[in-house]
């Protein structure tokens, strides 16, 4: 069974940064595309960033600039490098991952204080 382990969220003030991390386990497979997503409080899961196997990253607009997405493939893991963190910032965050089937972490929380 997979299962994706989220970690590094919690409160920071406006403007300052965050890492996150995700780690996979449960398949010796390897992953495809990785990616984060988050959704904020009566709002609908967005697409933050992706990445895939080989390299090649993609951000929405709300992240362009300010985060970094990397990935470790021998250690299954994907990272969120999030910089000049914003109020409009705070949500779950979620990581994803491909395999044949595509699954999800539990999230973790990230707040932003103005």
């Known amino acids: 069974q997979v299962q994706l382990v989220e970690s590094g969220g919690g409160l920071v003030q406006a403007g300052g940064s965050l890492r996150l991390s995700c780690t996979a386990s449960g398949s010796d497979s390897s992953i495809n595309d990785m990616a984060w997503y988050r959704q904020a409080p009566g709002k609908q899961r967005e697409f933050v960033a992706g990445i895939s196997s080989g390299g090649i990253t993609n951000y929405a607009y709300a992240a362009r600039g300010r985060f970094t997405i990397s990935r470790d493939n021998a250690k299954k893991a994907v990272y969120l490098q999030m910089d000049s963190l914003k109020p409009e910032d705070t949500a779950v965050y979620y990581c994803?991952?491909?395999?044949?089937?595509?699954?999800w972490g539990q999230g973790t929380q990230v707040t932003v204080s103005s």
């Open positions: 994803a991952a491909e395999y044949e089937f595509y699954y």
